[in-house]
């Protein structure tokens, strides 16, 4: 069963470093996301991307986050200076459209992001 | 704006027991569509159901049954003779075409299930 892939699965980094997160959707949906789990929190949506741009994205997603479809497969978020309080879990997610036809959003495994 | 309410942060039953997880929404949109996710210990998030605010018809997946008011804007989960397997928090959550279709979870509900 195709599934979204996620790496890695674990990433440490020092504060103010740069990070890129990187997902592979499943292979033919066409809508994609970020969203992150602070330890013990809700999950909570950062940003929604389809046919090359931002379709969508939250406070969170300031300017010191960045997303991008650098192939047919990938799809990376890009964090440029880290904070301590960037430390959670940022899922992947896609699916195949949008609407009432078929909508249901596939998660990854999640990359456990650490900031020290 | 639009909200998620799982007001049941834990719960705890004994195997074999039925027990429902509840969920309350708030949207101002007339489409709209609700989600239920499972979050095992292991982390991941498994996507369990979608409904569409225009489909109000119940359903049951084998222990699994959703019920779907429009009138209490409740989605409420159920799962009857409860596993341990089942341990989990469970995540209700409402996208809509104004978001982009970003989910917006509920706080989530950790079920213990003991044998």
């Known amino acids: 069963e195709p599934e979204v892939t996620q790496t890695p699965s674990h990433q440490v980094t020092q504060m103010g470093q740069e990070v890129i997160l990187r997902c592979v959707p499943i292979s033919n949906h066409l809508y994609f996301y970020w969203y992150r789990q602070i330890l013990g929190q809700k999950v909570e949506f950062l940003v929604s991307?389809?046919?090359?741009?931002?379709?969508?994205k939250s406070e969170i997603f300031d300017d010191q986050f960045s997303v991008e479809r650098p192939d047919g497969s990938n799809f990376t978020l890009k964090i440029r200076s880290t904070k301590l309080e960037d430390s959670a879990m940022y899922f992947c997610?896609?699916?195949?459209?949008?609407?009432?036809?078929?909508?249901?959003?596939?998660f990854g495994p999640g990359t456990r992001l650490t900031v020290t | 704006a639009q909200k998620v309410t799982q007001a049941q942060t834990e719960i705890s039953v004994v195997e074999k027991e039925d027990v429902t997880l509840d969920c309350v929404y708030e949207?101002?949109?007339?489409?709209?569509?609700l989600f239920w996710y499972k979050q095992p210990p292991s982390g991941e998030l498994v996507f369990l159901i979608r409904r569409n605010s225009f489909d109000e018809q119940n359903e049951i997946s084998g222990r699994y049954s959703w019920n779907f008011q429009k009138s209490t804007s409740s989605f409420n989960f159920t799962i009857t003779a409860s596993q341990v397997v089942d341990s989990a928090v469970y995540f209700c959550a409402l996208s809509h075409s104004n978001s982009g279709y970003a989910l917006n979870f509920g706080k989530g509900t950790s079920l213990l299930v003991t044998p």
């Open positions: 997610a896609s699916s195949e459209s949008v609407g009432f036809t078929s909508y249901e959003q596939y």
């Open positions: 949207t101002r949109d007339t489409t709209y569509y």
């Open positions: 991307f389809y046919n090359n741009e931002i379709s969508e």
